[in-house]
């Protein structure tokens, strides 16, 4: 009687995709990460950072762009217009929502359920106090210490998966880009994540600090404007980005 069948073990490619959203074939997935990582980009920019032929991530573009991964403009949809050369300029291509969340787990799913059971038993203020000594954890794991520059800032962040940058804007300001964020899905629901990362980028920055846009909010990128020196702060407005309302049953 010989050893009886053992049934097929699922591949890495079956665990990482586990009844969520897949991508189009492996390149495709290649071309998301990529844009995830470094942000917007052309396709020739692209082609560069893969060592692809324009033609074939162009080919991956098309297929993403139809599955609602990513979206092409005509500009980067952050920071100041760039002057119009000759010739028509190429698409940049952004990840959406649906994309970045491809790019990701299902772990929001079990901090979700939390989060809604501590805000039902112990009620907005826990939820608050959650969310601050999350992001103060978050600043002690950046170990860029009290008055960082916002490009130590933006590579520390990048090495925990926010996938930051520093452009600038003007001479009076920089904007810190975070084009990913591992805790989106949550924020969208809690926007005290994304409150209180804001509190701790001023404390580690040592200025004032205004976010303008939010992943959470169904932008394309956290964008948050850092004044160059304290006497410019007052030049920018203390402003938040728009606060989901959110209803918690007793």
Do not use: W
Request: hydrophobic share 40%; net charge neutral; with cysteine.
């Amino acid at each position: 009687m010989g050893r009886p069948r053992q049934p097929p073990v699922c591949s890495p490619r079956d665990l990482r995709n586990n009844g969520v959203v897949e991508f189009p074939g492996e390149a495709s997935e290649r071309v998301a990460r990529t844009l995830l990582e470094h942000g917007p980009q052309t396709a020739a920019e692209l082609a560069e950072l893969l060592s692809m032929t324009s033609a074939g991530v162009r080919r991956h573009l098309a297929a993403l762009v139809e599955g609602g991964f990513v979206v092409a403009h005509e500009r980067v949809p952050y920071g100041p217009a760039p002057k119009r050369g000759r010739g028509r300029p190429g698409n940049v291509f952004t990840l959406t929502a649906h994309g970045r969340a491809a790019c990701g787990s299902s772990s929001d799913d079990l901090a979700l359920a939390a989060l809604r059971y501590l805000a039902a038993e112990h009620g907005a203020e826990a939820v608050v106090g959650f969310a601050r000594d999350r992001a103060r954890s978050l600043a002690d794991q950046l170990n860029v210490g009290s008055s960082g520059s916002p490009e130590e800032v933006a590579a520390a962040l990048t090495s925990v998966g926010y996938a930051a940058e520093v452009q600038p804007l003007g001479d009076l300001a920089v904007q810190l880009c975070q084009h990913n964020c591992p805790v989106v899905g949550v924020a969208r629901e809690f926007p005290e994540i994304c409150e209180a990362e804001t509190a701790e980028l001023a404390r580690l920055l040592n200025r004032h600090v205004t976010r303008l846009a939010t992943l959470a909010h169904g932008d394309e990128v956290c964008t948050t404007v850092i004044p160059l020196s304290p006497s410019t702060e007052q030049q920018f407005p203390r402003t938040s980005p728009h606060r989901t309302q959110r209803r918690v049953s007793a």
